[in-house]
């Protein structure tokens, strides 16, 4: 069912004013249907996002798109651009405000995809950081993977690493005091939140592994395990 579902999603890449989603071609309620399901299955991920869709060749009626963007309403997903190659299509969506121009989607092929955190931007990292490589963002950096010795997260938000963190890992950088470094494996000592440096050595053995995270207790760095932290909120 998970391979199902990886298979028959619609690629999403990320810019800075949103995501893309570049539908297939085929019946449209189907197609639809297969959206809205990809969204549901995902809702963490897509509320509170701002979506252009791209659909191609297709050339959809004033009332379709209108439903479109009302089912994503529904879902908490603001559609702000259709795009599409059918001069019909476009016509459609500037009658109803939506923007047609492929220019706001322009991004070098070293822009990484970004989600959405809290209602901010923040930048989502699909793959393992691997040494020598540095990511600087202004919010809060999202990886799936992990970070090895040698990379480096600058962050000015939080950083979530989904995997183990080894690396250089600095949140809040612009002195945001409440930001947060999670990692299911935390194995780094180098680490800082706002101007504040971890003073302690990680260099202990694990019985368990266990997700931990770092966050400032008044003018120190601490460190505790996730569920530990959870419970003192």
Request: with cysteine.
């Amino acid at each position: 069912m998970h391979a199902k579902m990886k298979k028959d999603a619609f690629p999403i890449k990320g810019f800075r004013e949103g995501l893309l989603i570049t539908l297939s071609e085929g019946d449209w309620s189907k197609v639809l249907n297969s959206l809205l399901k990809q969204i549901d299955d995902r809702q963490a991920f897509f509320e509170g996002a701002q979506v252009a869709i791209d659909v191609n060749e297709r050339s959809l009626s004033a009332a379709e798109v209108s439903k479109l963007r009302s089912l994503l309403a529904d879902r908490q997903v603001t559609l702000f651009a259709l795009l599409s190659r059918s001069a019909a299509t476009e016509t459609v969506a500037e009658t109803l405000g939506l923007s047609t121009h492929k220019s706001v989607l322009k991004q070098s092929s070293k822009d990484l995809p970004r989600a959405l955190y809290d209602g901010e931007n923040a930048l989502l990292i699909r793959k393992t950081l691997r040494s020598g490589v540095s990511v600087k963002f202004n919010g809060s950096v999202i990886v799936e993977g992990d970070v090895n010795p040698g990379a480096e997260i600058l962050a000015g938000g939080s950083i979530y690493v989904w995997g183990t963190l080894r690396g250089n890992a600095q949140a809040g950088l612009q002195d945001l005091r409440n930001a947060v470094i999670v990692a299911l494996d935390l194995q780094s000592s180098n680490l800082c939140i706002a101007d504040t440096h971890y003073q302690e050595s990680k260099l202990k053995i694990k019985i368990k592994k266990r997700a931990e995270i770092a966050f400032l207790d008044g003018d120190a760095l601490k460190i505790m395990d996730w569920d530990q932290y959870k419970r003192l909120e």
